[in-house]
């Protein structure tokens, strides 16, 4: 089974709105980690949070960790028609050296 | 700098002949990933390298399946006997080692696999 799983599975909204999206993990991790895919490409890395962090900000995203929920969320601010992708949130188990598990990813589509 | 890269971008195969797909990580990373990526499905996990070895196989899905890595740079999955199953789309990444995975992936745009 995925370790972890990304809430909502597909979310549409409209251009200049904001996007929440959120991950659920099962057991201790070291780091979680944001990654995006446009179609047909590889996975890009948006941004990484560590276990002992609970918010980290880059341009337009906002990520937020609660390890006693065992969950982080994704938020998009101002999202644009160019945000259209999936997400997906990979985890790194604690002792699990550098494997990241990926879950299932949402998709978001931004509508303009 | 290039990116990960990934040969054939596309590969069409008949079931039961074997395949070759190659994987070109970031000059310098030295943990090279496999992951597969079946339709509409997260990544699953194959394999990954530290250098030339493979500290951790656990993904390989069976027998059929294996992989190298040489010098340190260039990798090869490797299927058997492909099957219909093994349709999917295979993704290679590489990153810088530092201690306990604190190092993003960069991802290659992989290879779309066929198996008829």
């Known amino acids: 089974s995925q370790q972890g799983e990304e809430d909502p599975q597909a979310l549409s909204i409209q251009e200049g709105e904001n996007a929440t999206m959120n991950c659920s993990y099962k057991t201790s991790i070291n780091n979680l980690q944001w990654y995006r895919q446009n179609s047909g490409r590889g996975l890009v890395h948006l941004i990484l949070?560590?276990?002992?962090?609970r918010e980290k900000h880059s341009g337009r995203l906002r990520v937020t960790l609660d390890t006693s929920k065992k969950s982080s969320s994704l938020l998009i601010t101002a999202s644009r028609a160019a945000d259209t992708a999936s997400y997906f949130c990979?985890?790194?188990?604690?002792?699990?050296?550098?494997?990241?598990?990926f879950g299932k990813g949402i998709t978001l589509s931004v509508r303009p | 700098g290039a990116g990960v890269s990934q040969s054939p971008s596309n590969k069409v195969t008949e079931k039961g002949k074997d395949v070759e797909l190659r994987c070109d990580p970031i000059?310098?990373?030295?943990?090279l990933y496999w992951y597969r990526q079946s339709l509409g499905q997260g990544l699953e996990f194959l394999i990954y390298f530290q250098g030339n070895s493979a500290p951790d196989k656990s993904g390989l899905p069976s027998d059929r399946f294996s992989a190298e890595r040489t010098g340190g740079s260039v990798s090869t999955l490797t299927i058997q006997r492909t099957q219909q199953e093994d349709s999917a789309v295979y993704l290679c990444a590489s990153s810088l080692i530092y201690r306990q995975g604190n190092s993003p992936l960069h991802f290659g745009n992989g290879t779309r696999l066929t198996v008829t």
């Open positions: 000059s310098g990373h030295t943990a």
């Open positions: 949070i560590r276990s002992n962090e």
């Open positions: 990979a985890t790194v188990l604690l002792g699990a050296n550098s494997k990241l598990t």
